[in-house]
């Protein structure tokens, strides 16, 4: 049974649909302290973060006599997370733990939308190796596609398992922020 929030934003909505600027200001105030503050935790920037925020609301009043949407929270919070996505490419901010992947993939329903980011995350994990130095990206492929151990491509490659541990780490750490970023948005929008 639909809630009396439920109702509410339905109400609005269908307002919204209509230009109303009442309606507008309502959701406006609604949601722009949760938006910004999902968008500050990533972008770690104040100035970013309500830039982004703020063309969420511009294309959100832009856009509402199209809007064919039952879910305002899940509208918001889904072009938060692609108006970040999209700035962070755009910046080359790329981040994340390969091995984590599965966690993204694995969250929630796996809808069309995710399996297009899971495709675009792929490709800028792939693109952000491409851009390793050269013996950091030999050492973690081996390792990461190739499946060797450390002693391996120690030999393979006539250096220490130390520099091998290092090098992994750093690549690790290189790639640290893109599932952070997907993740933390994920968490943000299924409150």
């Given amino acids: 049974m639909p809630s009396h929030d439920d109702y509410d934003e339905l109400k609005l909505l269908k307002q919204l649909r209509k230009q109303e600027?009442?309606?507008?200001?309502?959701?406006?105030?609604?949601?722009?302290?949760?938006l910004f503050k999902v968008a500050i935790d990533f972008l770690k920037d104040e100035e970013a973060a309500k830039d982004v925020?703020?063309?969420?609301?511009?294309?959100?009043?832009?856009?509402?006599p199209r809007l064919e949407i039952?879910?305002?929270s899940s509208y918001l919070f889904v072009s938060l997370r692609n108006k970040m996505v999209n700035r962070i490419t755009r910046e080359g901010r790329y981040t994340a733990y390969l091995?984590?992947?599965?966690?993204?993939?694995n969250v929630g329903e796996y809808t069309t939308d995710q399996?297009?980011?899971?495709?675009?995350?792929?490709?800028?994990?792939?693109?952000?190796?491409e851009r390793f130095p050269a013996k950091m990206k030999r050492v973690f492929e081996l390792?990461?596609?190739l499946d060797y151990s450390y002693k391996e491509i120690a030999k393979e490659l006539n250096i220490s398992e130390n520099t091998v541990k290092k090098q992994i780490n750093n690549a690790l750490n290189n790639l640290r922020n893109v599932l952070?970023?997907?993740w933390i948005l994920l968490i943000h929008h299924s409150r």
Wanted: positive net charge; charged residues 30%.
């Fill in 115 to 129: 399996v297009l980011r899971e495709k675009e995350l792929r490709k800028l994990i792939t693109e952000r190796i």
């Fill in 143 to 145: 390792s990461r596609f």
């Fill in 53 to 64: 925020v703020q063309d969420i609301f511009e294309m959100l009043w832009k856009n509402a």
């Fill in 21 to 34: 600027v009442a309606a507008f200001e309502m959701i406006y105030a609604r949601y722009w302290k949760r």
């Fill in 70 to 72: 039952n879910n305002l």
């Fill in 99 to 105: 091995s984590s992947l599965e966690n993204y993939i």
């Fill in 180 to 182: 952070h970023i997907f």
